[in-house]
């Protein structure tokens, strides 16, 4: 019954931006932590922020100053603002509450 569906991801030129969306149905994520991961093709998937219940975050080094990630409780859904994108942040971007609820993934793609 839990689902999580992302939006979102598309194809961007380098230095613009996206806001992914992570629309949480069967739960409640106002009382989970949220995630953001990625994971490029040959590589590992790498955590790229998250947000606690008590509204404290964690940002990886490579999206400190572009990325933010933020929850609206009301709409029960998380998002992922992402601005200053480059080829690198490409990637297929997933959402995760708290250890066991993923979302499907959505692409991201920076043209070089």
């Known amino acids: 019954q839990v689902q999580l569906v992302e939006s979102g991801g598309g194809l961007v030129q380098p230095g613009g931006s996206l806001r992914l969306s992570c629309a949480a149905s069967g739960l409640t994520i106002s009382r989970y932590t949220v995630s953001w991961y990625r994971q490029a093709p040959g590589k590992e998937r790498e955590l790229v922020a998250s947000t606690s219940t008590s509204g404290s975050t964690n940002t990886a080094d490579s999206a400190k100053g572009r990325f933010t990630i933020s929850r609206d409780n009301a709409k029960n859904t998380a998002y992922l603002q992402m601005n200053s994108l480059k080829p690198e942040d490409t990637a297929v971007y997933y959402c995760?509450?708290?250890?066991?609820?993923w979302g499907q993934g959505t692409q991201v793609t920076v043209s070089s």
């Open positions: 995760r509450l708290d250890r066991n609820y």
